[in-house]
């Protein structure tokens, strides 16, 4: 938004599987999702969303609501950290404005604004160091094996256009058009209270039919920013490229419904990927919430056969 008295361009990013407004941001994320997703139908939530309080202006610059669920959840239950530092280099303002993280997910929300000069055209990169390693996080999931992140350095770098550029159609596929930040870096320290959730994993072996074909729920993974269910094959000799395709490619892992004092709310899928022996789905998560019911449910994309697994019975 611009504000006339300070003469200041604003342009609020979130950086999040699933959830951005930068171009750059979008295609890193789509590498992740797979491509039910857009044959799944996104239902809104029936449940109130909680006020973000300084936050707020995030939510109507979301691209995707797949992870409003999830940060609807950590605010209400205070699971998350105000940040608020600031870089700034050549009329670039970078200001990482509040994360939240478990040992599975990270996700941060930042504000980039230039000067009277220049528009922001996108966030051209954003990354996230942990400072002990000295290397890269990836995107924004975490490896639990590794010892969780404790001291961490953002990078981010803007992508801009001389003002009255961004109406143009071209924008964007001009390379002397654009104009980019120098690299803006903001360290903190991640609260100690993030490491301190542990990933709660039951193995139900529940078995169910799909796609005429008999797989096994083998195992749940719970916590606060992600869900994950991993479904197997049930018969190793079914462990062929035609038969995962007849039973995968026409499965819709619809999402999972969470049912918080009899209202509900849809947990919609956010990744997944090929397992050795199957696959395995991830979910957007309200756990913090202590939902009465996480009900995944997968129809088969060819019929009309749905099946409804309550996945808070193997979870207790």
Do not use: C
Not at 158 to 166: C, Q
Request: aromatic letters at 10%; zero cysteines.
């Amino acid at each position: 938004m611009e504000r006339g008295q300070q003469r200041l361009k604003y342009r609020f990013f979130s950086r999040s599987m699933g959830l951005g407004i930068a171009a750059a941001v979008i295609a890193a994320a789509i590498l992740f999702v797979l491509p039910y997703l857009q044959s799944v139908p996104q239902p809104a939530s029936t449940v109130q969303s909680v006020d973000w309080g300084e936050l707020e202006v995030f939510k109507e610059n979301a691209i995707f609501s797949i992870d409003e669920p999830t940060l609807d959840s950590v605010i209400r239950s205070g699971y998350v950290q105000m940040v608020n530092q600031t870089a700034e280099a050549d009329g670039y303002v970078i200001t990482l404005n509040a994360i939240t993280a478990d040992e599975n997910k990270i996700m941060y929300l930042y504000t980039a604004t230039t000067d009277v000069k220049q528009e922001i055209y996108s966030i051209n990169s954003a990354k996230m160091k942990n400072r002990a390693t000295d290397s890269y996080l990836n995107t924004t999931l975490l490896d639990r094996s590794q010892p969780f992140p404790q001291q961490l350095e953002a990078e981010f770098r803007i992508a801009s256009v001389n003002p009255g550029k961004m109406a143009e159609p071209k924008t964007g596929t001009i390379m002397e058009d654009m104009h980019y930040s120098p690299i803006l870096k903001v360290s903190f320290a991640l609260d100690s209270k993030f490491k301190k959730y542990k990933t709660q994993i039951v193995k139900p072996n529940l078995p169910f039919t799909l796609n005429g074909h008999e797989v096994v729920l083998n195992q749940v993974e719970m916590s606060p920013m992600l869900i994950h269910a991993r479904v197997a094959l049930k018969n190793p000799e079914d462990n062929d490229w035609e038969t995962r395709v007849d039973i995968f490619d026409n499965a819709l892992f619809q999402g999972v419904l969470s049912k918080i004092h009899g209202k509900s709310v849809q947990l919609s899928p956010v990744s997944g990927g090929g397992t050795v022996d199957g696959y395995e789905y991830a979910f957007a998560s309200n756990w913090l919430d202590d939902p009465g019911s996480l009900v995944l449910k997968i129809k088969e994309r060819t019929g009309s056969k749905l099946e409804e697994i309550n996945l808070k019975v193997y979870t207790k």
